[in-house]
């Protein structure tokens, strides 16, 4: 099982990235899927995630009214828009597939990883 997650770079403060993460060798449509980031020194925080329905999400506070997280089925990919970025999101991004249908915000509630993708945001 694997999770590609991708999109990530280079932007200026106030600029906007998409990330994605492509899902391979199984479907999860019916798992929660997640976006966790870790900063340099930091734990590991859960940003945004999503019900295998779409009718539930969760964005970190931080977060909230800026990234929007999205998935297509057919795809077998979740998407993390982030606009309006700050330096303080600069991170490594992973895509995780949950446990269930719906999961919480913690590491534990996630079974599969992906590799992670850079996001580095300029001031």
């Known amino acids: 099982v694997q999770l590609q997650a991708s999109g990530g770079g280079l932007v200026q403060a106030g600029g906007s990235l998409r990330l994605s993460c492509a899902a391979s060798k199984r479907t999860f449509s019916n798992n929660a899927m997640g976006w966790f980031r870790q900063a340099s020194g930091k734990e590991r925080e859960n940003v945004a995630s999503?019900?295998?329905?779409?009718?539930?999400?969760y964005y970190a506070d931080s977060v909230k009214g800026r990234f929007t997280i999205s998935r297509d089925h057919a795809k077998n990919t979740v998407y993390l828009q982030m606009n309006s970025l700050k330096p303080e999101d600069t991170a490594v991004y992973y895509c995780?597939?949950?446990?269930?249908?719906?999961?919480?915000?913690?590491?534990?509630?996630?079974?599969?990883w992906g590799q992670g993708t850079l996001v580095t945001v300029s001031s």
């Open positions: 999503m019900s295998w329905n779409g009718r539930s999400t």
């Open positions: 995780a597939a949950g446990l269930g249908a719906i999961s919480g915000t913690a590491e534990s509630d996630y079974r599969y």
